[in-house]
């Protein structure tokens, strides 16, 4: 074990990224309107179905799109197993911008062969006030930039034998 964490700086990078941002996660950034509306939406959808809406959008007929239900989803689940507290809905952010780092990592490390360089990259990446934002509001964006990191690794991974079927593949995911 204390050889794979040396071998593998970036886990234990991860896990003081991730205990330090639980410490402020609650309290910072302050709280966005945004955070509060999406979370009382899911709060709607969880008493009233999932084509639960605002009121204020009543008056047209509304289509949502699929990320928006993706979310609201993972907001329910969450919801009911640490209750409605900003807290809650913002740790969906935070698990997602972990992973996000991880795979800033990946990516680095599959185009520059360096595991140092790799490293300082996602270290980078995680320090950015616009990342840290993204990685603690209870917002859709974070799950978005995992999702395209995701894609953009496995591009990388497969560059040199990518097909139809891998396109097919990031297609669908994205």
Do not use: C
Not at 34 to 46: K, N, R
Request: charged share 10%.
């Amino acid at each position: 074990m204390k050889a794979f964490l040396k071998n593998n700086p970036i886990l234990i990078y991860l896990f003081l990224y991730a205990v330090i941002s639980l410490l402020f996660l609650g309290e910072f950034p302050f709280m966005h309107s945004d955070e509060s509306w999406l979370s009382g939406l899911t709060v709607s959808m969880t008493e009233n179905g999932l084509s639960s809406t605002e009121s204020f959008f009543d008056l047209l007929p509304r289509y949502p799109h699929a990320i928006k239900i993706l979310f609201h989803l993972i907001q329910i689940v969450f919801l009911h197993t640490f209750g409605n507290s900003l807290f809650s809905f913002r740790l969906i952010s935070l698990l997602f911008g972990v992973m996000s780092v991880y795979l800033v990592y990946l990516i680095g490390f599959k185009l520059l062969s360096k595991k140092i360089m790799a490293f300082l990259l996602a270290v980078m990446v995680s320090l950015d006030i616009q990342f840290i934002y993204a990685s603690h509001f209870a917002r859709q964006e974070i799950i978005l930039l995992t999702g395209m990191l995701f894609i953009l690794y496995i591009i990388i991974k497969n560059a040199h034998s990518f097909s139809f079927k891998h396109a097919v593949l990031t297609g669908t995911i994205l």
